[in-house]
């Protein structure tokens, strides 16, 4: 938790306990949160980043257990084993499929796009949201927000709570139409119609990057989760302001208050936050990332189109 992160439990009117959630809805097993992201991808993740820095607990469900490379940055139940299969398919983020990012601004050497990833991943996380395996099959509207009906790995269904939904979940947007979520066919592909800054036709459900048909770019993806992310802070109790961190006095030397989402950090902060985040980096990027290149999947005999090289 960053020091700007609020109790959830105190900044809005939302259970964020599974036995509330069970009162109002048929999921006795619901795990709830302010805010489901559905879809652990690029604009997925970074969207959470952005609710779960605003203080809104956030839970991400994707059809993996974590991030592409299996097991590095898994956490609540994803799978350790590193079978990272949800349901009877296996999916993840189509950029992992990429073979050198090079147009992400801060990386002008290029970066492997499953390390990209896992960083992703792991800021999220860092965060406070929290990541969960399985493939979203439905939503439905319950007396106290919506239910999110995934199937896990096991084939059991699993169910989750929120307030507010976002769909990152590039390319499937089927588990949407019980909703009445307004889509638009194009081929084979079907996208979810959203205004400007994120918003379906139905109150409480958003739609973040590839699956709200923008560029196909990580950049667009990543900087459209982190519009949409805010955009259900705005549309929440939660006072915001905006998500800055600034040097001591920044806001008070001038005579103000620290607005929400804001934060002022010391000289001795700001010194162990550059060591840590350096640290972090030269963790990151030391070694040749684990994981096989991936093709598309008509290419090889592989689920997940890994190369055998
Ligand atoms: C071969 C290739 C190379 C590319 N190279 C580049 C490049 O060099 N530079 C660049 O900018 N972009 C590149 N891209 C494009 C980039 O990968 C995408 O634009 C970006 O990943 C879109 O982000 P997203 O979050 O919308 O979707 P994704 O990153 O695909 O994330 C969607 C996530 O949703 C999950 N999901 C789907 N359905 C469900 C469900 N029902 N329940 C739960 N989870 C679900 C998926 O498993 C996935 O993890 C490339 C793409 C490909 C295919």
Same mark, same amino acid.
């Given at each position: 938790m960053t020091e700007q992160q609020t109790d959830t439990s105190t900044v809005g009117?939302?259970?964020?306990?599974a036995d509330s959630a069970s009162d109002t809805d048929s999921a006795s097993d619901a795990d709830a949160a302010r805010v489901v992201i559905v879809g652990g991808g690029v604009a997925g993740l970074t969207a959470a980043t952005f609710t779960a820095r605003a203080g809104l607990d956030t839970l991400v469900v994707d059809?993996?257990?974590?991030?592409?490379?299996?097991?590095?940055t898994e956490s609540g139940d994803?799978?350790?084993?590193?079978?990272?299969?949800?349901?009877g398919d296996l999916d993840e983020s189509?950029?992992?499929?990429?073979a050198h990012l090079e147009n992400?601004?801060?990386f002008p050497g290029g970066i492997n796009a499953r390390q990209f990833l896992d960083l992703l991943a792991e800021q999220a996380e860092e965060n406070g949201a929290r990541r969960r395996t399985g493939r979203v099959a439905d939503i439905v509207r319950g007396n106290n927000g919506f239910e999110v009906r995934a199937v896990a790995r096991d084939d059991d269904t699993r169910r989750f709570r929120a307030d507010a939904v976002v769909a990152?979940?590039?390319?499937?947007?089927?588990?949407?139409h019980g909703l009445g979520v307004e889509t638009r066919e194009a081929g084979s592909k079907e996208y979810v119609v959203v205004d400007?800054?994120?918003?379906?036709?139905?109150?409480?459900v958003y739609a973040a990057g590839r699956i709200a048909e923008?560029? %196909?770019?990580a950049i667009v993806a990543a900087g459209h989760g982190a519009e949409v992310g805010l955009t259900v802070v705005h549309d929440s109790d939660v006072p915001y302001y905006h998500d800055w961190v600034t040097p001591e006095g920044y806001f008070t030397d001038r005579?103000?208050?620290?607005?929400?989402g804001c934060e002022e950090i010391d000289a001795d902060e700001r010194a162990r936050r550059h060591a840590a985040g350096r640290e972090r980096m030269r963790e990151a990027l030391a070694?040749? %990332?684990?994981e096989p290149q991936r093709t %598309?999947?008509?290419?090889?005999?592989d689920e997940l189109g890994r190369l055998n090289e």
């Open positions: 009117d939302c259970d964020t306990d059809t993996v257990g974590g991030s592409p490379a299996g097991g590095r994803a799978d350790p084993s590193g079978d990272r299969r949800a349901s189509i950029l992992a499929r990429n992400v601004p801060g990152a979940s590039w390319s499937d947007a089927s588990y949407l400007e800054v994120g918003r379906t036709n139905v109150d409480g923008k560029y %196909h770019q005579g103000r208050e620290v607005p929400p070694d040749p %990332h684990p %598309h999947p008509s290419l090889v005999d």
